[in-house]
């Protein structure tokens, strides 16, 4: 059993949305080991509650509110779950995700509204019911967005979830703005980890299951795709969580596997100017030179999968 009474946050109350399995349970699991109480949010009972009872049985505190994010009603109900059960709230972690990849032809609206809806929305609601609960209670809360390389980069077939991962890093820079004078703050993780959403992705099959298996995942999974476990992401969640993180703000962190990264936000890579502005004629004569050396690349490049660890080798070897 852990021994919370000294833990560096105990005393805390985090609500960590879509915590039922996955990622959201490991954050939420570490933010219990680390000391605080927590909300158990998803939109499965049973899933909630054996989420609750994992905390439980390692000596942590938890409730579960079932309720799916996206809508005010639901926000609302996860910051009174928190204040009703525990008398506060000081940390949220908008974790709870969907997907619906199709290529851009083949998407439908519903395909994106269900998945805006509960990613960005699913910030957007929590996200300012828990600061008015901050500021209204004069909480140094903490704000802990979930982001994707989808949104820093842009996949393929991944349309809607690019518009709310990228919009949900956007919203961070704008809330570390707004909430700095009441000493509240708002980042952004990018993680990436064996989950019910990634397993079943061909390239990293091996690195699956050598985790299944109980084997660590290979060296080339962990440090060159900064790929492991859901674990392997949960401690910079509590990080952020904690007081040690009180300057840290605005910002948006990668984690997976043994790799930490910080990311830029965008900045302009040139600047020019010309006296009566930038007419078509004149961006005929002059862009190709401005640009020359300054194409951006897009999309994420992944280093080739040795030979060994190709999914028909991992399937041989299992
Ligand atoms: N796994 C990765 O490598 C990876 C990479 C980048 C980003 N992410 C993000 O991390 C988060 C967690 O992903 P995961 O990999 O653990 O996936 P997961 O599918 O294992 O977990 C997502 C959880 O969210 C819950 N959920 C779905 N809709 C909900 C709603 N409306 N309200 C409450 N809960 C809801 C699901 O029931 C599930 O328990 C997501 O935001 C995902 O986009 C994951």
């Not at 994010?69 to 609302?76: H, K, L």
């Not at 979830?161 to 509240?184: N, Q």
Request: hydrophobic letters at 45%.
């Amino acid at each position: 059993m852990t021994d919370t009474s000294t833990a560096p946050l105990t005393g805390k109350v985090a609500v960590v949305t879509g915590s039922g399995q996955g990622l959201g349970l490991a954050y939420a699991q570490e933010l219990a080991r680390q000391g605080a109480a927590v909300v158990i949010n998803d939109v499965n009972q049973e899933t909630a509650d054996r989420a609750v009872a994992s905390i439980a049985e390692a000596g942590g505190q938890a409730v579960a509110v079932v309720a799916p994010v996206g809508t005010t009603e639901a926000a609302t109900a996860l910051v009174e779950g928190a204040v009703t059960a525990f008398g506060r709230l000081d940390i949220l972690v908008t974790n709870a995700g969907v997907l619906r990849d199709k290529s851009l032809l083949k998407m439908t609206d519903e395909d994106f509204d269900v998945v805006v809806q509960v990613h960005l929305r699913g910030t957007f609601t929590c996200v300012r019911e828990a600061y008015r609960h901050f500021k209204d209670n004069k909480v140094a809360g903490r704000i802990i967005t979930i982001g994707s390389p989808t949104g820093q980069y842009g996949t393929f077939g991944q349309t809607n979830y690019a518009a709310a991962k990228a919009g949900i890093v956007g919203m961070v820079r704008t809330w570390a703005l707004e909430m700095e004078r009441a000493g509240v703050t708002a980042n952004a993780v990018i993680p990436v980890a064996a989950t019910a959403m990634t397993e079943t992705i061909p390239f990293f099959r091996s690195a699956v299951e050598a985790d299944r298996r109980g084997e660590p995942m290979p060296d080339f999974f962990r440090k060159e795709l900064g790929f492991g476990n859901a674990d392997d992401v949960a401690g910079l969640i509590a990080y952020l969580a904690s007081d040690d993180a009180a300057g840290i703000n605005g910002q948006v962190l990668g984690a997976g596997g043994d790799r930490l990264q910080v990311f830029s936000h965008p900045r302009p890579v040139v600047t020019e100017y010309r006296d009566g502005g930038w007419t078509f004629e004149a961006l005929r004569a002059e862009f190709p030179r401005i640009i020359e050396g300054h194409l951006q690349p897009v999309g994420e490049t992944l280093p080739p999968l040795p030979e060994e660890l190709q999914p028909e080798s991992a399937t041989e070897k299992a």
